[in-house]
């Protein structure tokens, strides 16, 4: 089964196409990376999927569910989202930043129930940011604010994560920790991933799934061993022979 399937989306903006036709069904249970040269629609496709974008023809579906027929609340229930920025214009503590997470679970004006409150502590301490609770959002570095966002979605406890390239500015220690706690979810939960990552070996360690994109074309998607091979990686980011490519996916300069 299917939790995310993609038919003959077509995206543009400012005059430039995006994607044409781009069709890609994401399996139930899946822990798939995207991977692919800078421009070549990730986010763009992240942010179709999760509801953020308008596609201009196509359709997506979400749990056999066409995705324009969710309601933003039940929407939130299904999917959590990861972006690979987020500006903080207001102060608010990383507790309750996490917590708001759990909003599609209250009801308007609703106090924080216990099992929030237990909900978003477990997140905390799983991040590894259980000792920022009471820090401002603001005042924290850009890897530990990363992982905070990591947390918050973890707490809406959806059956699908998005995630936009969540391992920026995150130093190596805490990029497996995040990975792990990924993988757990996934295997353990059978929470479905969706990453965006430009770590080539990581995304073969951890994966399921690879989907290479180049300039909005799906070159290939499927087993991670079948995809990530020297052939494709050459190909899907323009490598010429003064660079080897490894079986782990490491990308060296020759000389």
């Not at 991670?224 to 190909?235: D, G, K, P, S, W």
Request: aromatic share 8%; proline share 4%.
């Amino acid at each position: 089964m299917d939790c995310i399937t993609v038919d003959n989306l077509t995206f543009g903006y400012d005059n430039k196409q995006i994607f044409s036709s781009l069709s890609v069904n994401f399996p139930q249970g899946g822990f798939c990376s995207i991977l692919g040269p800078n421009g070549s629609g990730k986010t763009t496709l992240l942010k179709c999927i999760v509801g953020l974008l308008k596609p201009d023809s196509g359709t997506i579906t979400l749990n056999g569910k066409p995705l324009t027929d969710y309601k933003m609340m039940d929407l939130a229930r299904e999917i959590a989202y990861v972006p690979q920025y987020q500006d903080i214009v207001f102060d608010i503590t990383v507790f309750d930043y996490v917590m708001l997470g759990r909003n599609p679970y209250q009801t308007p004006w609703e106090m924080q129930r216990a099992e929030d409150k237990e909900v978003v502590e477990d997140m905390l301490q799983r991040c590894k940011v259980w000792k920022y609770r009471d820090s401002l959002l603001q005042a924290l570095s850009g890897g530990e604010r990363q992982r905070v966002m990591v947390a918050r979605a973890m707490a809406q406890q959806t059956g699908i994560m998005l995630l936009d390239e969540p391992l920026s500015n995150i130093d190596v220690t805490h990029k497996f920790e995040i990975m792990d706690i990924l993988q757990q979810l996934n295997e353990e939960q059978g929470v479905s991933i969706l990453i965006i990552l430009h770590d080539l070996p990581i995304a073969k360690a951890y994966s399921k799934q690879i989907l290479l994109l180049k300039s909005g074309n799906l070159l290939h998607f499927g087993d991670r061993n079948a995809v990530l091979t020297e052939e494709n990686i050459r190909n899907c980011f323009d490598l010429t022979e003064r660079y080897d490519v490894s079986e782990e996916g490491f990308i060296t300069k020759k000389g």
